[in-house]
């Protein structure tokens, strides 16, 4: 009889200790280090999740899943969200996961934007509201009033940062950070560098877009910077070849040529007086800051120096402007020749 208690004992234990290694050890079938669940809005009930986990391969033993997460009550508690599952995980953390709605961060990162489409498509992509509805917010000029912003302007509150969110969030509270955190990046003592420019925050936000799109040339962008403020004081077309690529939204163009200079945009510097309505990127904040902090020059003109090194020849004359354009298109005209020689050469032409 003793040993047949032993025996059921034993057999109890077993069983039970399987049924605990499936609730609390691995049970994830994929082999990648984590894949997320995505619960949307509207689509919390019980078999809206079942339906995603399974569909997704996220769990190895869905009805296991469902009676533990009913024990636990998490279907009354789960939240519309992000979620991790890692590889390894059991049900129960999984369970608890959602119980608790634990959402994954999403980070959205920022480096450089150019158009407002841009900045739609890339919360579309990250957030659960979609890039239509992104477009529509940051289009608006009633919401965009509220910060001092228009549907030209509304780009000069983002900068290049990684932001930190939950994948619910919506466009405008996407917006509220980032817009918080343009207020912070403006100090007292950078507004003041603006104001002592003649720029108002807006401008100098648009100088530095134009700045960021000249060159990559750190070293550099302060004397550009000098150029284009002096070209302002004077009353001068800005004349920035980047303008007219934004303003043929053709980002791909290596060479202006007049034919580019003739189209209709109050982004066309070379065909209206002072600055664009708005940036045509999204600026570093070194850039910014070059811009700010640019250095008092009597500069008119610079071109690109004709060995094709990062650098530019900086002039106050027109004339001796035109003399080292004319060395860099030459240059130009020379390497593209080298080029198509070489391409004839590689395909037997």
Known sequence: MLRKAFICLAIL??????????????????????????IHTGHTTKEDVMRSLENDHLIRNPVSFQFLATQMDTWQKIRPGKYEIKKGMGLFDIARILRNGRQA??????????????LASLIGKKFESDSAQAMAYINNFDTLRKYQLDTNTVMTAIFPNTYTYLWTTSTSGIFRKLFSEYKK?????????????GLSLTEAYILASIIEEETNNNDEKGLIASVYLNRLEKNMNLGADPTVKFALRNFALTRIY?????????????RYKGLPPGPICTPTLSTLDAVLNAPKTDYLFFVAKSDFTQGHVFTNTYQDHLRYAKEYQQALNIMEQQKHKTAKEETGE
């Open 13 to 38: 234990f077993l069983l039970v200790l399987g049924i605990a290694a499936r609730f609390f050890l691995s049970n994830t079938p994929f082999t990648e280090r984590e894949r997320y669940l995505y």
């Open 185 to 197: 990046i403006w100090t007292p003592e950078r507004r003041q560098k603006a104001d002592s420019l």
């Open 105 to 118: 961060p999403v980070n959205l990162i920022i480096t450089k934007l150019r158009t407002k489409e841009n």
């Open 258 to 270: 007049e034919k580019h200079l003739a189209v209709e945009s109050p982004y066309n510097t070379y």
